[in-house]
């Protein structure tokens, strides 16, 4: 399956369509809230499958939107349950990869309890920097005020508040990094 940015996978309600395997793109999975918010739930990146709950579901539970141009492969709902009878390894394979993945939704949820916002932001620099501060290039401010459910706005004052403290720079347009002391 090819995807354009903005085009949807499957929507809330939705039958599921297999198990997602993403070749190529990033992914955003979205819920609506009873209050009519969308909430990014989690972001599915290239090698990964996303949605795993959905092969044990009725209906989808988010929307899977294209973030970017993305190619994927829908692994048929039988099929991966019948590997998962048949080849007992790769159960405990895809159980490793749902409690990675269950851990990482756990830190997004104590990363937005987190106060004030420039406390959470340091918290998520220091998440997903290198040794050096720097951020790996495909993580955009955007997808860090998502994260960490706030307004782009909201986060780029924090961020100058940040520089103001030296507690970290910004090398370029879009781009920060953590200072080391």
Do not use: W
Request: proline residues 6%; hydrophobic residues 45%.
């Amino acid at each position: 399956v090819a995807l354009e940015p903005g085009q949807s996978l499957f929507r809330q309600g939705d039958n599921p369509p297999g198990l997602p395997f993403l070749t190529d793109g990033r992914m955003d999975l979205l819920r609506h809230t009873e209050a009519g918010r969308c909430v990014r739930i989690h972001v599915a990146r290239t090698g990964e499958t996303f949605a795993e709950a959905s092969i044990f579901a009725e209906t989808c539970h988010c929307d899977a939107i294209a973030a970017e141009s993305s190619r994927l492969r829908l692994l048929p709902k039988r099929s991966v349950l019948e590997a998962f009878e048949t080849q007992p390894a790769l159960g405990h394979v895809f159980s490793l990869h749902l409690a990675q993945s269950l851990m990482a939704s756990r830190r997004l949820l104590e990363l937005r309890a987190i106060t004030p916002l420039t406390e959470r932001i340091l918290a998520r620099l220091s998440d997903l920097s290198d040794a050096t501060g720097a951020l790996p290039r495909d993580t955009s401010l955007i997808s860090i005020a998502a994260d960490l459910d706030v307004t782009p706005p909201a986060l780029y004052r924090a961020i100058a508040a940040l520089e103001k403290l030296g507690l970290l720079t910004r090398p370029e347009r879009g781009r920060v990094r953590l200072t080391l002391k």
